[in-house]
C-alpha cells in the first residue's frame, strides 16, 4: 500500500481511505449487518488501510457505532477515524460540543483524528462563520477531542475558493473521479486546495458506483478496450499528485478486496496510454450523452436576472445521465442555490441566448429544468 503526505497536517496516510458510508446493510440503511461490516473494516486495516470516513448521518448514525465496534481489539490504533459535524444540526454554539460528544460516544474513542464540517457550501458556511466555528474548533483541538479540523464540499469552484482563502484548513474533502473533472471544485479546486497545503481527500471517485456501472454505450468502450472500468477508473483518481487520498464506499468484501489490490497498483504517472486512451473515450461519451451541449464556457453570464446558467444545465445533465444517487444529490444542490440563481427565475428575456457560442435555447430549456427541480 502507498502512503501519501495529507498535506500540511504532515500525516501519513494509505492512498485508500474506507469510505462508511455504503455499508451493507440487512434491510433499512439503518440496519448495518455488524458481523459483515467489522470484518471488512478490519481486514482492510490489516491491509494497510489507515483511514476511516465516517458522518453523524451516515447509516442514521449506526456507521459510526458499528466504527466504534470494529476498532475494539487493538484497531483503534492502527487508523485515523475522520467523521463530520452535521452543520444543518447545529442551532446553536453549544450543538458543536453536543454533538461531537455523541459522536466519540458511538466511535467508543475519545478523540476523532479529522474532523470535518459536512458538505459546507454557499447556503450553510456563512452561518457557520456567523456562529465562530473556527474559534469552537480551536478550543476542540486544544482540549484534545478532535485533531485535524476540515470541511467537506459540494459547490461550485469559486464558493470553494472563498472557504479555502476563509481559514487555515488541516484538509478538505471534494467529489472527483473521471466525469467530474470540471464539475464542483474539480481540478482547478484540487489544485489551488494543494498549493495552499492542504490535504485533498477524494469523495465519489467512481461517482457514488455509477462509474462501476456504465449506460450501454460506455460499457461497450470498455469492453472493446479490454478494461475494466472501477480499477481504472480509481487508477485515474490517484494519477494526480495531489491527491493525499481516495475514498472508496465499499459494500462487499469482494470490493474491499478489490481496491486494495487496485490501490497496490496505483500511483502518480502509472496509467498506461491504453488506458488514457479508454479513459478519454469514455469521457466524451458521457459528454456525447447529456442532453444539454453546455461547456461551461459562462459567455451566457451575467444573467440579467441573476440565474447561474451553466450551473443549472450541469445539474440536469449530471441528474439524467448518471441517475441514481446523482438524482438526489443534484436536486439538493440546486434547491441549495440561492433563488435568485434557480432556473426557475428565469424571466425568459432571451438576454443570454445571443451570447451562448453553442447556440442553446437557453430560455426554453431553463423553463425545463426548472420543472424538472421542482
Ligand atoms: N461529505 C460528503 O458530502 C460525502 C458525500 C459522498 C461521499 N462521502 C464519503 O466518501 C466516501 C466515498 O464516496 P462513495 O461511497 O460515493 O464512493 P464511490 O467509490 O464513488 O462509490 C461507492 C460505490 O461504488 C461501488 N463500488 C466500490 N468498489 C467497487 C468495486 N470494486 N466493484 C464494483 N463496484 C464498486 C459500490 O456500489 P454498490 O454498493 O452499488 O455495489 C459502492 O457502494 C463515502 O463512503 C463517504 O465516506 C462523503
Redesign the pocket.
Known sequence: MEYRTLGKTGIRVSVLGF????LPVTGQPHEVDEDATIDMLRYAIDQGVNYI???YVYHDGHSEIVIGKALQDGYRAKTYVAT?CPVWMVDQTADFDRLLNEQLARLQTDHIDFYLL??LQQGNWPRMQQMDVASWAERAQRDGRIGQFGF?F?DSFSVFQDIVDAYDWGFC?I?Y?LVNENVQAGTAGLKYAAAKGLGVVI???????TL?NPPDAVRQLWEEAGYQP?PVALRWVWDRPEVSLV??????RA?VE??IETAREAGVGRLTDGERAVIRRVQEKYEELSPIPCTKCGYCLPCPHGVDIPVNFELYNEATVFQGSSVVLCRNLYHGLPESQRAAACAACHTCEDRCPQKIEISRLMGEVGKHFA
Do not use: I, Y
Open positions: 469510505g462508511a458510508m455504503r470516513d465516517s458522518a463530520k459536512h458538505c467537506s459540494h474533502q467529489q473521479n469523495m465519489e471517485p467512481l461517482f457514488g458506483g462501476a472501477v475514498l472508496s464506499g465499499m459494500s462487499t470490493q478489490q481496491n
